[in-house]
């Protein structure tokens, strides 16, 4: 075990004002590191302004710090007075190790912030936001190119911003600099997934930058009732997808193939919070009269049911996932699983399911009506194997590797200090 005991963890937002995979880990990471008896502490943004104290239902701590606007018009003085807060909560608190899980809301200064105290640093990269402010690269019904021009950036942004070509060009050119900075700081930069990181190594923003695979720990749910009956026509096929509702976890092309598919063969279950409104609209005029069921938010407690409620289980991303616990958590719930055939989910599907073209609804119609014309090939899929998962303590094994590894550059690079 490394020697540092006090870590910070920090991260673009907490529950409860959201919960998403990075939020999910981070809670799940900094419990399991207070059992083995490390003292972690959590940092998040918040529009609530900044606070600190007990995490709820955890005995460790979590800090706030005000929401910063990533589009500022000053963002050089922001993020000085951003740093100079960081600085003084890692003096207060006795942080012996950062570890930056996202930046979002906190500002391209958390590596900059602990490097001035001497500190060591190990940065994960969950997603694309050090290249992309909108975290996915994907923009247009498509995923970006790892060499996109800045100006095809300016026009994407300028869409939904709306500030003006003149205004959000100087800005993402700042950004671009400062998150390079972070990044070249940082004493380790782990991905979570070797496909992940052949990706990141693509990116200009990550070029010339050692990357590290620390994989992921798998989420384990246990599933609450008996599994559902082998499914027979002539009863429709109960298909469930769940997570937050937002287009580019595109559950247009799972209605897309349902549609083409015999009437009244496919029912289709949402589960998960309604995140654009204009998209469930839109998905619901384009299958008048269709069985798409919203069923909005839902709990670990629910969850526990879908494999007793549900036959299958489809999660047709059109973002270039880099973990997924949804994958996980299908596993774990005993559903037959069909995913793209693009990002980290794949690495762990096994013989649970089959993987359809990415973005492709004709060929994810195809493996339906598969499904169709032979049921059985949904028992096969329950009994298959599944590919390998990272256990919660070889994950922990691997990070404190890690921590070791991000003191012992800490202190090449200032001699001795506190690493």
């Given at each position: 075990m490394s020697s540092a005991r006090r870590i910070l963890h920090a991260l673009h937002s907490f529950p409860p004002d959201s919960r998403g995979g990075i939020e999910t880990y981070v809670e799940l990471l900094a419990e399991a590191q207070s059992a083995a008896g490390l003292q972690p502490q959590v940092l998040a943004a918040s529009a609530g302004g900044p606070s600190s104290g007990p995490a709820p239902g955890h005995a460790w701590a979590l800090h706030r710090l005000t929401f910063l606007d990533?589009?500022?018009?000053?963002?050089?003085?922001?993020?000085?007075?951003?740093?100079?807060?960081?600085?003084?909560?890692?003096?207060?608190?006795?942080?012996e190790l950062l570890h930056v899980h996202h930046w979002h809301g906190l500002g391209p200064c958390l590596v900059s912030a602990a490097r001035s105290l001497g500190l060591p640093t190990v940065v994960t990269l969950h997603d694309a936001f050090i290249s992309c402010p909108l975290f996915f690269r994907r923009r247009w019904g498509r995923l970006c190119?790892?060499?996109?021009?800045?100006?095809?950036?300016?026009?994407?942004?300028?869409?939904?911003?709306?500030?003006?070509?003149?205004?959000?060009?100087?800005?993402?050119?700042?950004?671009?600099?400062?998150?390079?900075?972070?990044?070249?700081?940082?004493d380790v930069r782990l991905c979570l997934a070797d496909d992940q990181r052949e990706h990141l190594r693509r990116l200009p923003a990550l070029a010339g930058l050692e990357l590290e695979s620390a994989g992921f720990p798998a989420r384990r749910i246990r599933p609450v009732g008996e599994p559902r009956e082998t499914w027979r026509p002539p009863r429709p096929l109960q298909v469930a997808t769940w997570g937050g509702l937002v287009e580019g976890k595109g559950l247009h092309l799972l209605v897309e193939a349902a549609r083409s598919l015999p009437p009244g063969s496919v029912e289709i279950h949402h589960h998960?919070?309604?995140?654009?409104?204009?998209?469930?609209?839109?998905?619901?005029?384009?299958?008048p009269g269709g069985p798409l069921h919203f069923h909005g938010p839902f709990g670990p407690a629910e969850l526990a049911t879908f494999g007793a409620r549900y036959d299958?289980?489809?999660?047709?991303?059109?973002?270039?996932?880099?973990?997924?616990?949804?994958?996980?958590?299908?596993?774990?719930?005993?559903l037959p699983l069909l995913i793209p055939d693009r990002g980290a989910p794949r690495e762990r599907l096994g013989g649970r399911g089959a993987l359809f073209r990415f973005g492709d609804s004709a060929d994810l119609a195809r493996l339906l009506a598969?499904?169709?014309?032979?049921?059985?090939?949904l028992e096969g899929w329950r009994r298959g194997v599944p590919g390998p998962r990272l256990d919660l303590q070889e994950h922990l094994k691997r990070l404190d590797g890690f921590y070791a590894l991000a003191r012992t550059r800490c202190r090449e690079r200032t001699g001795q200090g506190p690493c």
């Open positions: 990533p589009w500022s018009q000053a963002q050089s003085r922001s993020t000085a007075d951003r740093r100079a807060e960081l600085v003084g909560l890692l003096e207060r608190e006795r942080i190119e790892p060499e996109q021009p800045l100006s095809l950036c300016v026009r994407c942004l300028d869409e939904l911003v709306g500030a003006g070509p003149e205004s959000i060009a100087p800005a993402l050119d700042w950004r671009n600099g400062a998150y390079r900075a972070e990044l070249e700081a940082a998960g919070p309604i995140l654009e409104p204009e998209y469930r609209e839109r998905l619901e005029r384009s299958w299958l289980a489809v999660h047709p991303s059109l973002f270039l996932e880099t973990y997924g616990f949804t994958t996980d958590e299908a596993l774990d719930l005993g598969g499904i169709l014309a032979s049921p059985g090939q």
